[in-house]
């Protein structure tokens, strides 16, 4: 085997690392693509860059090649494959930051296929460092804002979801709802744990609330 085949086997395993770290990170919260969709997604870019660039020396001066061409396709190819970990639920959607991964693991991937070492290296820290310390940084300040709403509603089908997209409609991300049943009154009571910003117009979404058909009372513990 000569230097330069062992040269491209070594930038194809150097991908495949660095794009297994974020797909670890991915894997461990259960996102739509993870370890191995990372692993696959970075191996695939590093050797068409690879193939890209053996094309152009290999037909240098009989025709006008362009190795860029290949990784322009690559980048295209990532769109739509990360559009397919876009899910969405309601007024929520998910899936956002896999999708932005799997396209910043294809540009490691092209990167160490055409021969950059220290760029794709520095870049999964950077990742790795924003996926998994923002993340916790983002945790703690939403922890510190996290609020209880109780809601006594007619207990009918329906309620709850509507509830839902009006909270969502104003910011508030659900982390859990309690529901507990008021004996034979026909009426439930609805706790939802929320976490939101600092200006949540309350009176506003208070006003919302009790004008959805079936609420009879919200306040907030």
Known sequence: MVPQELEMLGRLVLAAFLGGLIGLERESLSRPAGFRTHILVSIGSCLLAMVSFHVTAAHEGLAQADPGRIAAQVVSGIGFLGAGTILRAGVTIRGLTTAASLWTVAGVGLAVGTGLYIPPVVTTVI?????????????????????????????????????????????????????????????????????????????????????????RSVHKL
């Open 127 to 215: 990742v790795l460092g924003a996926l998994i310390w923002l993340n916790r940084m983002d945790f703690m300040v939403y922890r510190r804002q996290q609020e209880v709403l109780r809601v006594i509603v007619d207990d009918t089908p329906g309620r709850v979801g509507e509830l839902g997209i009006l909270l969502g409609r104003h910011g508030l991300n659900i982390s859990r709802i309690e529901i507990h049943t008021e004996g034979d009154d026909a009426l439930a009571e609805l706790t939802f744990f929320v976490r939101c910003g600092p200006d949540v117009p309350w009176n506003i979404l208070f006003g919302e609330m009790t004008q959805v058909v079936g609420v």
